[in-house]
T-cell receptor
Framework: ETGVTQSPTHLIKTRGQQVTLRCSSQ?????VSWYQQALGQGPQFIFQ???????GRGNFPPRFSGLQFPNYSSELNVNALELDDSALYLC??????????????FGPGTRLLVL | GNSVTQMEGPVTLSEEAFLTINCTYT??????LFWYVQYPGEGLQLLLK?????DKGSNKGFEATYRKETTSFHLEKGSVQVSDSAVYFC????????????FGRGTSLIVHP
């Protein structure tokens, strides 16, 4: 069973640029969630995708957008990067849309630095 | 909205000491509660969970009991090891009917030999 993988591991961008982060979910999982974790903080929920549709969204502006593909892998796109977007971006997959009890399995994250 | 409050860290202990990391939450309804652990340079791993009041989650010697009357989910371990050094996050999911996973700020644990 393959775990959650993310690419790239590290990325450096400049303000105003656009970035795409990728996530492959764990085998058998149809739900992917994205989180932003600033240094010294807990993860902040960005959004979740279930069967290729957005299933919930946290308090992030529209320049944060995502996609989920038929194989349940996912992309997070961030446009017009700002310095405050520098963070660790975590992807988590799970096998059930109803997150009441289902465990999310996290990838190692992509560390983004915006200069 | 939902919120999770954890005790400030770092928590510094000697090996074999007793550990408590406090977590309280604000949410309507009956959220599920989780503890995740993050080792340096890694993503989060589920440590334990509880899905209804009075449930006790346990794993690897860690325990936490879902206390609805005090809206708490404190993490405990009777005897910590150096390998337990990590950051611990308390989280709630699906509080008040909305799906907005909410994590605490994390509590760093440092265990000395």
């Amino acid at each position: 069973e393959t775990g959650v993988t993310q690419s790239p591991t590290h990325l450096i961008k400049t303000r105003g640029q656009q970035v795409t982060l990728r996530c492959s979910s764990q085998s058998g999982h149809n739900t992917v969630s994205w989180y932003q974790q600033a240094l010294g903080q807990g993860p902040q929920f960005i959004f979740q995708y279930y069967r290729e549709e957005e299933n919930g969204r946290g308090n992030f502006p529209p320049r944060f957008s995502g996609l989920q593909f038929p194989n349940y892998s996912s992309e997070l796109n961030v446009n017009a990067l700002e310095l405050d977007d520098s963070a660790l971006y975590l992807c988590a997959s799970s096998s059930n849309r109803e997150m009441g009890a289902e465990t999310q399995y996290f990838g190692p994250g992509t560390r983004l630095l915006v200069l | 909205g939902n919120s999770v409050t954890q005790m400030e860290g770092p928590v510094t202990l000697s090996e074999e000491a007793f550990l408590t990391i406090n977590c309280t939450y604000t949410a309507t309804g009956y959220p599920s509660l989780f503890w995740y652990v993050q080792y340096p340079g890694e993503g989060l791993q589920l440590l334990l969970k509880a899905t209804k009041a009075d449930d006790k989650g346990s794993n690897k010697g860690f325990e936490a009991t879902y206390r609805k009357e005090t809206t708490s989910f404190h993490l405990e371990k009777g005897s910590v090891q150096v390998s337990d050094s990590a950051v611990y996050f308390c989280a709630l999911f699906r509080g008040g009917g909305s799906y907005i996973p909410t994590f605490g700020r994390g509590t760093s644990l440092i265990v000395h030999p």
